[in-house]
């Protein structure tokens, strides 16, 4: 099982959930899936009140039937229970968990927290639940299409061609947070 968490493969996603406060100071879980493969966020949504059948609905959003990856490496957090890993088996999806105390196995998820935490929730004001998933929401659309990975020789996970003719400008992604730069 070792070998799991050596490398990203073909068919793995990693799991877990961001701890965000909202303007009124409530925790909120921010819950994720990334592919492995590609380096994409697959999944983001924003509940206040976090259950084991909360999780076990959107994985059953984020994987389509035809899109289930064969492996799922999460942590040990309690918020994982029964009716996740019932769901799971039944869409087919092999579930990993993580060493406990051991957060460098799923290294490409905790990756992923600190750069949702560094990059957006510690710069943004969430006024709500609605406003803090259209936040996450609008990040994961740049983390996608926008944001250079130099682990993807500086591309976006969704490849975009390169423009070499016209003026490079620049729009404002996320209230000016971050920028998405074209060439008109």
Request: charged content about 25%; glycine content about 8%.
């Amino acid at each position: 099982m070792a070998h799991l968490f050596a490398e990203p493969r073909a068919g793995h996603c990693r799991h877990g959930p961001v701890r965000c406060p909202d303007y009124w100071l409530r925790p909120a879980l921010c819950l994720y899936h990334r592919s492995a493969r590609s380096q994409r966020v697959v999944w983001v949504n924003v509940t206040a009140n976090p259950s084991a059948e909360w999780i076990s609905r959107q994985i059953t959003q984020a994987f389509p039937w035809d899109e289930t990856p064969r492996y799922l490496i999460r942590d040990r957090d309690r918020i994982y229970g029964a009716a996740v890993t019932g769901r799971l088996r039944a869409m087919g999806i092999r579930d990993k968990l993580i060493a406990p105390g051991s957060p460098w196995q799923n290294g490409f998820a905790e990756r992923l927290i600190g750069s949702i935490r560094r990059e957006c929730t510690d710069c943004v004001v969430a006024l709500g639940e609605g406003h803090l998933r259209w936040v996450l929401q609008s990040y994961a659309r740049y983390y996608n299409e926008s944001r250079t990975h130099r682990s993807l020789n500086k591309d976006a996970p969704i490849h975009r061609a390169v423009e070499s003719l016209g003026a490079i400008i620049s729009r404002p992604v996320l209230g000016g947070l971050h920028h998405q730069y074209c060439r008109i």
